[in-house]
């Protein structure tokens, strides 16, 4: 029942499902009307050549990035609820038969549900928009990919939030902590500016940072396929660079990430921050 009601709270109020995709409609928009000519431009020049592979290379790395920022994004939203609950109601749920772990599970499990909805409707669009750029459709196999993928980054990117609000008591203080986070994922994603173009201490910071991850992993299963189809017949060194230069994989030394251990950060990631944030809800 308490997931329930958080989740007729959270899609009750239609400002807060428009808000929890501000971000992404703000990049989409951006990428649609100005950033998406620049880029492929941009590509262009320094490939030395033209190609009607580009538009379906640079909308593939792009959008996987924003769907990376949807998933967190939308926990942002979902868990708005929290902070209003400490504000108006929290004692009330406590003088119930309810026990405050389950007050916790319910908000983590709404949060998650709602992610996971928002995030597979913007996965939805921006496959279709990479399609309607020329792009390849993913098989069953990418699907399913993509569905691990949209899990482990939600579950990633929930309890990263979840932490950071469970400090969080004021609906202020919370308006102010998404409006930054909001604001810096699409750099730490390399949505508006390719990795690889960043000074060396940012890129470490990006590679760092745990929801990276899972915008390399679904540039890996969406991106990565046109990149190989428009370097067919380039020298493999050239591949690799541009996969590093778009955040397609990240190189740790002599060490170059994959799909799985990327989704072992993401997946590590999450049950550190849980872990957490129940020994913060129990302080």
Not at 47 to 57: C, N, Q, R, T, W
Not at 119 to 137: D, K, P, W
Not at 224 to 235: K, Q, R
Request: with cysteine; aromatic share 12%; glycine share 8%.
């Amino acid at each position: 029942m308490l997931i329930k009601r958080n989740l007729l709270i959270f899609f009750r109020d239609k400002a807060a499902v428009f808000f929890s995709l501000l971000a992404v409609l703000i990049i989409l928009l951006l990428y649609v009307l100005f950033l998406g000519s620049t880029m492929e431009e941009a590509l262009s020049s320094q490939l030395g050549f033209e190609s009607d592979k580009i538009p379906a290379v640079m909308a593939s790395i792009v959008f996987s990035g924003l769907i990376a920022v949807a998933s967190i994004t939308s926990s942002m939203g979902a868990l708005q609820t929290t902070v209003t609950d400490k504000e108006r109601a929290y004692k009330d749920f406590l003088t119930s038969p309810a026990s405050s772990g389950k007050i916790t599970l319910s908000y983590i499990l709404s949060s998650t549900i709602i992610g996971l909805i928002m995030t597979f409707i913007s996965l939805i669009l921006c496959v279709a928009y990479i399609a309607f750029r020329g792009g390849n459709l993913p098989g069953f196999t990418d699907c399913l990919l993509l569905f691990l993928t949209t899990l482990l980054s939600v579950l990633c990117g929930n309890s990263i939030v979840f932490f950071i609000t469970a400090f969080i008591k004021s609906g202020g203080a919370f308006t102010a902590m998404s409006t930054v986070l909001g604001t810096m994922v699409g750099f730490l994603m390399g949505v508006y500016i390719p990795i690889g173009q960043l000074p060396s201490s940012v890129q470490w910071v990006i590679k760092c940072f745990p929801m990276s991850h899972a915008a390399a992993m679904f540039k890996q299963v969406l991106a990565d396929g046109e990149l190989s189809e428009l370097f067919a017949n380039a020298p493999p060194q050239v591949l690799g660079e541009l996969r590093e230069t778009f955040g397609v994989v990240f190189t740790y030394g002599n060490y170059t990430s994959g799909f799985w251990f990327s989704a072992l950060v993401l997946g590590s990631t999450a049950a550190l921050f849980y872990g957490a944030s129940i020994l913060v809800v129990r302080d």
